[in-house]
């Protein structure tokens, strides 16, 4: 099998294909802290894409509550645990060796583990060994795209008494749940896409998203079988499997009221998002390592690659997701660290502590439906100061302001929101 370079994994990797990158990557940021599950990006992108005959349980864009929720049922809990049993087989742990970690290639340090790719070697079926380690989940897995909702883990308060203490310290509640907004990754090493035996999946060489060519589609169900997030959906009426195409249309400019210019905009699940907690963008690839090109003043590049304050979805699987979560303040840190990897205590200690650039640029979510290519700060003057565990932390009214891809401005907003006080001519005039 051709080796790869992941660089979330600070390793080269077992891959059926060679390297081969786009010219630049759809990728996206999720700020969880922010997410209040609405579910207005689900039905975004369920009224444009899935309401459909055959696609009634199909939820390409899902928002499910952790830890008992998933879209299908467990999905993490079961592909973790067969990626555990294959460890436990070859007497190896799923590890991370954080000693030499630094620079672009090895942010995280080194997974020490085996990726789902590595890990199927072992595992023969009548057509020979899995392409990548996975499982077709059941019909009825599919049913609830957040099931178990708002539901909490750890301790409980008594009846009719505020749980007070126990329950919502920081720096981690010992009663907590929180939300993970999942879509397809569009994987710089899609999973999918290698399992497909009819090559049915591609990745665009304009901007890395994933498509299921649907002539070529035979429902095998490989895709569904072998992708760890279970993102490609198996559609009964047709025979054939569907997954998110990332408004692709809209990515290439082509919404004539949005962006009658061509720029590129934002997919319908990130435009809509309620709670601004999504930020989506292309990052410029570099063709031959897979890695991201230095792109010191784009919002994604400097979220991920500089501030690192948002982290990968299970990067041990190794298909280098292209989604970014900033981690959840208040969760059990094991419990993220299985999640999102090594970096997580940096990333949260960064949030919880932001630098006056980081501030600005969290600005930047949902600020405008153009993708945003590039930002610039102007300063402005100081207008609080606080302390946050014990050091001193001052804001400053900074402006940040976004240009698309053309370099016009589309964005310009002030850390502090805007005031505006109603006249009090009558009780409810605006
Ligand atoms: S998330 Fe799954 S469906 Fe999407 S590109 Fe990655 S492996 Fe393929
Ligand atoms: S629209 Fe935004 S805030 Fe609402 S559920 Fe989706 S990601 Fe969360």
Request: aromatic share 14%; proline share 7%; glycine share 8%.
């Amino acid at each position: 099998m051709p080796e790869v370079y992941n660089w979330q994994l600070g390793r080269k990797m077992d891959y059926p294909y060679g390297e081969s990158h786009p010219e630049w990557q759809f990728a996206f940021v999720f700020n969880i802290n922010r997410c209040i599950a609405c579910q207005t990006c689900t039905m975004a992108c369920k009224s444009t894409w899935t309401f459909s005959k055959g696609q009634e349980f199909m939820w390409w864009n899902n928002v499910e509550t952790k830890p008992f929720g998933g879209y299908p049922q467990h999905w993490d809990v079961k592909i973790l645990k067969l990626l555990a049993q294959e460890h436990e087989r070859e007497g190896a742990s799923m590890t991370w060796n954080t000693a030499e970690k630094g620079g672009s290639q090895r942010p995280y340090g080194t997974y020490e583990g085996m990726t789902i790719f590595e890990a199927a070697k072992r595992r023969y079926g009548p057509e020979g060994h899995q392409r990548a380690l996975g499982y077709i989940p059941m019909d009825e897995e599919w049913r609830y795209p957040n099931i178990s909702e708002d539901t909490a883990s750890g301790q409980k308060g008594v009846p009719g008494r505020w749980a007070g203490d126990y329950a919502s310290k920081l720096p981690e509640h010992k009663t907590w749940f929180f939300y993970l907004q999942r879509l397809c990754n569009h994987c710089t090493y899609p999973a999918c896409l290698a399992a497909c035996p009819r090559k049915a999946i591609y990745k665009r060489k304009e901007d890395g998203v994933v498509l299921i060519d649907q002539s070529r589609c035979r429902g095998y169900r490989k895709c569904v079988e072998a992708c760890p997030y279970k993102k490609p959906m198996y559609r009964g009426t047709t025979r054939v499997s569907e997954k998110c195409i990332a408004c692709y249309p809209r990515l290439e400019g082509k919404d004539p009221h949005i962006a009658p210019d061509g720029a590129p905009v934002e997919t319908r699940c990130m435009a809509a998002c309620v709670g601004k907690i999504r930020l989506q963008g292309l990052a410029r690839m570099d063709k031959e390592s897979g890695g991201w090109m230095e792109d010191r003043k784009n919002p994604l590049y400097y979220l991920v690659k500089v501030e690192k304050v948002a982290l990968p979805l299970y990067p041990q699987f190794g298909t280098q997701p292209n989604g970014y979560y900033i981690p959840p303040r208040w969760a059990p840190r094991a419990y993220l660290r299985q999640m999102f990897g090594p970096g997580v205590d940096e990333a949260i200690e960064k949030y919880t502590f932001p630098s006056r650039e980081l501030l600005a640029v969290l600005q930047l979510f949902r600020a405008q439906q153009k993708i945003v290519f590039r930002y610039e700060i102007e300063p402005g003057p100081k207008v609080f100061e606080t302390k946050i565990n014990g050091r001193k932390w001052e804001m400053y009214n900074d402006v940040v302001i976004g240009f698309d891809k053309n370099g016009k401005e589309v964005a310009r907003l002030s850390v502090e929101e805007p005031k505006y006080v109603r006249p009090q001519k009558y009780y409810n005039s605006i």
